[in-house]
């Protein structure tokens, strides 16, 4: 953080001047400890060119630190007026005012902003110690803290402070507050409504509902997994009845070749039955060529019989006629 010095002005001796008072004072006592001795003028003007080059030098010096400082300062005032005057409604919600401070003058305001801003930035604490400094009273010298003077805006500086982008930062700075509460409400809220939902609606009906879709859910698993052993019995006796679509098929062929085998019995039948008085016929006619044969052949037989018994008698007439 950026820490500055203000520049000596009326009533304020600059730190190199201090310094300079206290060497000077501690050679002059050093000087008085020791015996003068006498110098020539010679000696003494060269001692004085010397003392007037030094004092050239140094106030070369301290010009230019005269010179860094107020360029230091000017950077410092633009940053502090363009950054953090923008914090002092959120400083002023951090440590509010009581009604009797109300009718202070703005000096006073502006020193408890400083207070405030040394609680909140703990960094502003060293320029807080280094203002003194400036002031003329070193923390080191006093042994006790050194509070920021109360004081108003400069008028070199005024234009930070009622210019329309700091009154633009101060309005967003509100709006930021009055967002923040309008936040922390609305959060608060969405709380207590996600607690009574959690409690009537989540853990009360939707609990409910729940249990009952569980119950339902449960009961159509028992529904899937008996849907899934009939339909595994359906598969199974499909392709029994496929096997026995099968067999039909093969029935219903031999059916029709017993038809068709049927159909030319008949038909023979039927053509052996128109042949039946031919058969009759021929039949009767081969009995009676049969009764006939056999006649004949009985005939033949007797006829036979006779000539066997004609043979037998000249036999044994010749067999006698031999043994006569």
Do not use: W
């Amino acid at each position: 953080m950026l820490r500055a010095r203000r520049p000596a002005g009326p009533g304020r001796a600059p730190l190199s001047d201090l310094s300079s008072s206290s060497d000077n004072s501690r050679r002059a006592a050093m000087l008085e400890g020791r015996p003068k001795r006498s110098r020539t003028p010679c000696q003494d003007e060269v001692a004085f060119k010397k003392l007037q080059a030094r004092k050239l030098d140094l106030q070369t010096r301290v010009r230019q630190q005269i010179e860094v400082l107020s360029g230091l300062e000017s950077n410092v005032l633009d940053f502090y007026y363009t950054h953090m005057l923008r914090f002092e409604p959120l400083l002023e919600s951090v440590f509010p005012t009581p009604p009797s401070a109300a009718t202070a003058p703005a000096s006073v305001s502006n020193g408890v902003l400083g207070e405030g801003l040394t609680e909140v930035f703990p960094e502003l604490k060293s320029t807080t110690a280094l203002v003194g400094i400036c002031d003329g009273c070193p923390p080191s010298l006093t042994r006790e803290p050194v509070p920021i003077q109360p004081a108003a805006v400069p008028g070199k500086t005024r234009y930070y402070y009622n210019s329309a982008l700091m009154r633009l930062y101060r309005e967003v700075a509100l709006q930021e507050k009055d967002l923040a509460q309008e936040y922390a409400s609305e959060t608060a809220r969405l709380a207590a409504d996600e607690l009574s939902v959690q409690r009537d609606i989540i853990d009360g009906s939707l609990a409910g509902q729940l249990r009952i879709e569980q119950e339902e859910q449960e009961a159509l698993n028992k529904l899937l997994e008996f849907l899934a052993g009939v339909t595994a019995q359906c598969a199974a006796y499909r392709q029994l009845v496929q096997a026995a679509g099968e067999r039909i098929k093969g029935i219903e062929k031999a059916r029709e070749a017993c038809l068709v085998r049927k159909t030319n019995l008949e038909a023979k039948k039927l053509e052996q039955m128109g042949n039946a008085e031919r058969i009759k016929e021929e039949v009767a006619a081969y009995r009676r060529c049969v009764e006939v044969a056999a006649t004949e052949l009985e005939k033949r037989k007797l006829i036979n019989r006779s000539l066997e018994d004609e043979i037998e008698k000249r036999r044994a007439a010749m067999k006698r006629r031999r043994k006569e």
